[in-house]
């Protein structure tokens, strides 16, 4: 059952109302949703106000460097089948947007909250979770975010002593070792295909070695855990041994992944699997993501690739040749300035199809494709690259804010 309901203080019904008409101010200014004003706003006003707005709800946490997002949105789509859920659906995924979030909530029973990984330790002691779901650590936003093993220190430390239970992947080390602070952990077999940032023990710094699906390290004995959920396929096993048909719309194996955690999720608010992953169906794109846009004569598909991980989820959506692709990739703020991490992506992956480079740094973009011996072309804007493509189908991959200016062009 959710919490009490104890009615908000004068204090925080002044600083939700004021946050909204923060948030009705942005929006009217054409400069988005409003929702992180609106928290900025709310919490300045009443520096407890998360708390407060999360106190009647069964609150569910989601964190990783991918698939947030999605995940948030699945688990929210099965909750759905016991009561009313309000969730940051959007992605604004620090303080500010989740109390934005919650204080729309006021009748629902459920809060599904994307949590960003520098986040989670404060949001979970804030709003009590009775969940929380940990899918995976890769480096991202090398310029300003912690080396993974410290985000997952931090993980580690924050996730001491919490009575939640956390669903957790069993195949990421670095999720292990965070997980494994806390008493309560349901382990799923979600897989891991980014590697490259976990060969290295977490605990003592050793060498892990990776026979097949397992791991370990001969060092200390850390070690992979028995998971009780699993991928297999287009199934999700659960804890008895049944194995469930995934419904999904989405595409590719890292949203299966997304929908085990999602169902192991579910299981723990009493949603059958079956019905979970029904309810899944019904997703067929997130934020704009893995929508196909009409624009131009052309059938573009939007892809949102932000980190190395993410590049290579994605190159494996891509049909062999010869579907033309465009990269875009940008460095501003919400994506990182640094753009070393382009050369820790495999573009060979990608030849034979026609490329146009787009965004703020295609030109560090073009540098990356030239050593890997593919083939490309320079664009000034994203319609000129459409305008390149014959018509037909288009796969478009960007990062953060690229991603959102493509969607601008297209009219998505």
């Known amino acids: 059952m959710a919490g009490n309901t104890e009615p908000l203080s004068p204090r925080a019904r002044l600083a939700v109302t004021a946050g909204r008409a923060a948030a009705a ?5 054409g400069r988005g949703s409003g929702s992180v004003i609106g928290g900025k706003v709310a919490l300045r006003l009443d520096p407890d106000l998360l708390a407060q707005v999360a ?12 698939g947030k997002t999605t995940t948030t949105r699945l688990i929210a789509e099965a909750l759905r089948a016991n009561g009313e859920v309000v969730s940051n659906a959007l992605g604004a995924n620090m303080p500010a947007g989740i109390t934005s979030a919650l204080a729309g909530g ?16 404060g949001v979970a002691k804030d709003v009590t979770p009775k969940a929380i779901a940990l899918l995976n650590l890769s480096r991202d936003q090398l310029d300003r975010a912690a080396e993974t093993r410290m985000l ?29 602070s806390s008493a309560n952990v349901v382990w799923v077999a979600a897989g891991q295909e980014w590697k490259d940032d976990a060969w290295s023990c977490p605990a ?5 070695q990776r026979p097949g699906d397992d791991w370990f390290c001969a060092e200390c004995g850390f070690r992979r855990p028995m998971p009780s959920w699993a991928l297999s396929g287009n199934y999700v096993l659960d804890p008895h041994g049944s194995a469930w048909p995934i419904q999904l719309q989405l595409p590719g194996r ?7 955690t999602s169902a192991a999720v579910a299981a723990a608010f009493g949603v059958p699997p079956q019905t979970a992953l029904e309810r899944m169906y019904s997703v067929t794109a997130v934020a704009g993501r893995y929508d196909v846009v009409t624009y131009r004569e052309r059938d573009i598909r939007l892809l949102l690739a932000k980190n190395p991980a993410g590049w290579l989820e994605t190159f494996s959506l891509i049909d062999a040749p010869p579907a033309p692709v465009i990269l875009s990739v940008n460095a501003r703020g919400a994506d990182g300035t640094d753009t070393s991490w382009l050369w820790d992506v495999d573009y060979s ?6 490329i146009c480079v787009v965004g703020d740094r295609k030109l560090d973009l073009a540098v990356r494709l030239e050593v890997a011996g593919v083939e490309f072309e320079v664009f000034d804007s994203a319609q000129e690259a459409v305008d390149a493509c014959p018509p037909g189908r288009i796969e478009a991959i960007a990062n953060y804010t690229a991603f959102q200016d493509l969607r601008r062009v297209v009219g998505n």
């Open 25 to 29: 101010v942005s929006r009217a200014a």
């Open 55 to 66: 106190n009647h709800l069964d609150v569910v946490l989601v964190s990783a460097t991918n």
């Open 106 to 121: 006021s009748t629902a029973r459920y809060g599904v909250i994307e949590v960003d990984e520098k986040y989670l330790a």
């Open 152 to 180: 997952a220190e931090r993980w580690r430390e924050g996730l001491s002593g919490q009575k939640a239970v956390i669903i957790a992947n069993a195949d990421d080390p670095l999720v292990v070792w965070a997980a494994s």
């Open 204 to 208: 003592c710094g050793g060498v892990l």
């Open 254 to 260: 890292a949203n299966k992944a997304n929908a085990a």
């Open 349 to 354: 992956r990608l030849a034979g199809h026609p």
